[in-house]
């Protein structure tokens, strides 16, 4: 995915969930920029970086894991492995 391709996509979900971009704007910086530093991590380790189906899962699954604190059973390994990494991020984000 290309850096415009996941700020577009982040926001649609953001108009989804009847979000402001002013008020979505700083988690929102703070997912494409994880999501950029993971797409570099794939690349890298000479991996494909994720497509558009696949962050929008790992949004699906973020959602998940924030309301019912555990993962999905099943997930691909490159969807958790974002999922942490946001998860982590927005944790520090938030108690920082």
Known sequence: METKEIEDL???L????GVSPEESKPIF???V???LKYRDMLIARGEKPLTVEETR???DELLHVMDKKSFSPNISPR???????W???VKLFVYN
């Open 87 to 89: 998860h982590d991020e």
């Open 57 to 59: 899962a790992a949004l």
């Open 33 to 35: 920029k994880t999501t």
């Open 29 to 31: 910086t703070l997912l």
């Open 10 to 12: 982040f926001e649609r």
């Open 14 to 17: 953001a108009k989804q969930y």
């Open 79 to 85: 969807i958790h492995e974002l999922v942490q990494l």
